[in-house]
């Protein structure tokens, strides 16, 4: 029998947990079937000892997974199921370092401040690492993201609580009127692959190559634009005031992880403005200590642990005086002091925006309660789109989960599309001057004026991913029926580009009988918002950065989270990639279960995922024992969530292990209730009795382990055989799963 690879990711917190638990079931129900679950670990703790193996040992050392996955990727027999994972800021990837070194791997630490050739080269190897990694390596295709039909149809069942919206709020969003991405953005498509080289030239002519070369396709687009710091200061400190003036809470969201080296700097500026007055009477010791402020106010505070004590509280009590002259801040953990403005990676735009809405246009406050805030998203590329949905919020009042429709996404991701490909491309201006983009041929095709400090990116988007984006817009509204809206602001100057492919494209296909538009996103906003409230469905159609933003904001909305969607990324090669949902409350569930041995995570995510590889397997290869598992793991979710045995929320309840038992069961029951394969009747007739008939026993063994302390051996880096222990504590349950294999 050919046998086909399904390679599922080995990645960070509660899905790396629960998959101690999952997979064993999984790799059982599949064995003997022609298909073969791999794993491949991609973590952040792998990828750091990846870049390493010069400073490990022989039985340390872990392969380049995340550059094999990539390759294959790219080849029509890949199938990979794509757990959330860590992107990892500063804060996060020194602290997986640190871990790292306690348990014995001789890794160098990371320099924030390289003093020489020899520590920009570590700093170099270390950045590979932080931000977003991964995503734009596996994403060789562009998404298809929707709720599945059982996902949604028992949110109605059981709507989640949304907050009701005061006839009064003062809730607002707060962008930038110029000086921002979106002002300064310019952009060409290229008719003839060629190369291109980022420079900067001084006012005195001098010119400095930022980048040497970086190649273009055929018909791609390129971008530049700046970021002017001293028009994003200004912001700041305009927004400050104005939420003191007006009792608001004030808020920053911005995306410190994703876009890990335009957006921490942006988040520095914000806390730079809000502490000023700490940061110009201190400044000759906080220049002194490297103190980093796109590490927020906690690298402050971590840094000022090496002063003499009396400094130290000078400082520290400088810091709190600073409170009462500003407005209240946004709360990461009241009980603790933590700001919205202490660690960049707190509060990420895509899932404190979306929590903003659910909470009528509230945050938590230090005082444990919930206030209107004043969310700051500086650039207007995207800020307009949520600024949009507060004011339906605030007119309308909020969605009601029980009959609202859906805003499935369509979006363009594949290699390294728009903002998130353009890592490479971030720079900072050294003095004035300007950054261009000159082509093979000497001709500059965008330049930027920028001051000492701007920040300039350069974005791409391949024409290929964009055709295929075009063709897959058109393919789920035929499916369908809903409208599909491609979210394009003809005033944007990327998005003009956008437009006229999409306008040329979709030439290509039949859309007789579809409804297909281009709106402005706040025009697509206004639309999606009034049909949803109809019960109604619309496709949004976007590009990478909305992509990442809707597939949260709508989930989050419409079903209380986004880890229970079903996101389907069609491979250009052929193959296929599929992501399990959003893992923003990873930690804190990591952090319950190392507590009191309860772990919340829902891997509703994971099991739909893993229907659809199956199907794809099926389909693909035509193999009739992957159709038959994928047709009774969708009877089996079904059961599943009509039984309702997701993760409840405490101690003595349902647990993510508990809720794997219960798929296991209901797998098993539903094959062997099915006639189309003999085999796996027979042999799941077994299983589904035993899984059964020791229900009782194995619930008791499953929440008995709950309770206590969980020792995991690490955190970012874990040790396998005290997880695994603990992710699987029924005996009984362990013993009918491996009795499979």
């Known amino acids: 029998m050919t046998t086909q690879k399904i390679i599922w990711t080995e990645i960070d917190e509660a899905p790396a947990l629960a998959t101690y638990s999952l997979l064993p079931v999984i790799q059982a129900f599949t064995h003997g079937t022609g298909i073969e679950v791999e794993t491949s670990d991609i973590s952040l703790a792998g990828r750091i000892l990846a870049n390493f193996p010069d400073n490990l040992t022989a039985d340390q050392k872990i392969p380049d997974n995340l550059g094999a996955l990539g390759e294959l990727a790219q080849k029509p027999e890949a199938n990979i199921i794509k757990l959330p994972n860590i992107s990892a800021s500063i804060p996060q990837l020194i602290a997986a370092i640190k871990e790292l070194q306690s348990q014995g791997f001789k890794l160098p630490d990371y320099p924030e401040q390289p003093k020489d050739e020899a520590e920009k080269a570590i700093q170099a190897r270390y950045a590979k690492v932080l931000g977003s990694a991964v995503n734009p390596v596996l994403r060789e295709g562009n998404s298809d993201r929707r709720a599945p039909l059982s996902v949604k149809n028992f949110a109605k069942q059981h709507p989640h609580k949304m907050g009701a919206w005061a006839p009064d709020s003062k809730a607002r969003v707060a962008h930038m009127s110029g000086g921002d991405f979106y002002g300064s953005e310019t952009s060409t498509t290229v008719a003839k692959a ?38 994003l200061q200004a912001f700041y400190a305009e927004q400050i005031e104005a939420a003191k003036k007006d009792g608001l809470l004030l808020s920053l969201h911005l995306k410190a992880t994703m876009m890990k080296i335009s957006d921490p700097v942006m988040f520095g500026h914000a806390v730079s403005v809000f502490y000023k007055a700490v940061f110009e009477k201190h400044a000759a010791v906080i220049k002194e200590l490297g103190v980093n402020t796109a590490n927020g106010l906690g690298d402050l505070y971590a840094k000022i642990q090496t002063l003499p004590e009396a400094k130290r509280a000078e400082i520290e009590a400088d810091i709190m005086a600073v409170y009462p002259t500003r407005p209240a801040l946004a709360m990461v953990d009241s009980d603790k002091g933590i700001t919205n403005l202490h660690v960049p990676n707190d509060i990420i735009v895509d899932a404190s925006m979306p929590v903003v809405v659910r909470d009528s246009g509230k945050m938590w406050g230090a005082d444990g309660k919930l206030h209107d805030t004043l969310a700051m998203i500086p650039d207007r590329c995207y800020a307009t789109m949520y600024k949009a949905i507060i004011e339906d919020c605030q007119q309308h009042g909020a969605f009601n989960p029980a009959t609202i429709g859906s805003v499935p996404n369509v979006g363009l991701m594949a290699q390294k599309a728009e903002e998130y490909g353009s890592h490479d491309k971030t720079f900072f201006a050294p003095a004035a001057g300007v950054i261009r983009i000159v082509d093979a041929a000497g001709a500059t095709l965008l330049s930027q004026k920028v001051e000492a400090g701007d920040i300039f990116r350069a974005c791409q988007a391949k024409d290929a991913p964009i055709q295929d984006w075009v063709k897959l817009a058109v393919s789920r509204a035929r499916i369908t029926g809903a409208p599909a809206i491609f979210w394009l602001d003809k005033n944007r100057a990327h998005d003009a580009q956008i437009i006229a492919k999409v306008e040329t494209y979709l030439k290509n296909h039949d859309t007789t009988g579809l409804d297909i538009r281009i709106l402005h996103p706040v025009d697509a906003m206004k639309l999606s918002c009034e049909r949803i409230r109809k019960g109604l469905d619309t496709i949004s159609v976007t590009g990478n950065v909305l992509r990442d933003y809707l597939t949260d904001l709508f989930p989050i909305i419409e079903l209380g989270t986004s880890a229970k969607m079903l996101s389907v990324v069609p491979l250009l ?103 189309k394969d003999a085999e796996l009747q027979a042999r799941f007739a077994k299983v589904a009795h035993a899984l059964g ?42 013993a009918i799963i491996d009795g499979l294999k």
């Not at 006012?203 to 040497?212: A, S």
């Not at 018909?219 to 710091?229: A, K, L, P, Q, R």
């Not at 959003?582 to 804190?588: F, N, T």
């Not at 772990?599 to 159709?627: Q, T």
């Open 194 to 231: 060629t190369t291109v080289r980022i420079e900067f030239v001084g006012e005195d002519g001098g010119v400095k190559v930022l980048k040497e070369k970086t190649a273009l396709t055929d018909g791609e687009v390129i971008d530049s634009s700046v970021m002017n710091v001293k028009a």
């Open 573 to 675: 090669g052929g193959g296929g990639l599929f992501e399990t949902g959003a893992g923003g409350s990873a930690p804190k569930h990591v952090q319950q279960f190392q507590k009191e041995g309860y772990l919340r995570w829902d891997s509703l995510g994971e099991f739909s995922a893993f229907a659809a590889s199956l199907e794809h397997v099926a389909n693909a290869f035509k193999n009739a024992k992957a159709a038959v598992l994928a047709e009774t793991l969708d009877q089996a979710i079904a059961k599943f969530l009509d039984n309702d045995k997701s993760p409840a929320r405490k101690v003595g309840q349902i647990d993510n292990r508990g809720s794997h038992f219960y798929l296991a069961l209901y797998w098993a029951q539903a094959l062997a209730a099915q006639t």
């Open 693 to 734: 008939d020791n229900e009782a026993k194995i619930n008791g063994e499953l929440i008995g382990a709950q309770g206590s302390p969980v020792d995991m051996g690490g955190y970012y880096h874990p040790d396998k055989v005290k997880t695994g222990k603990a992710m699987r504590p029924s005996a009984t349950f362990n």
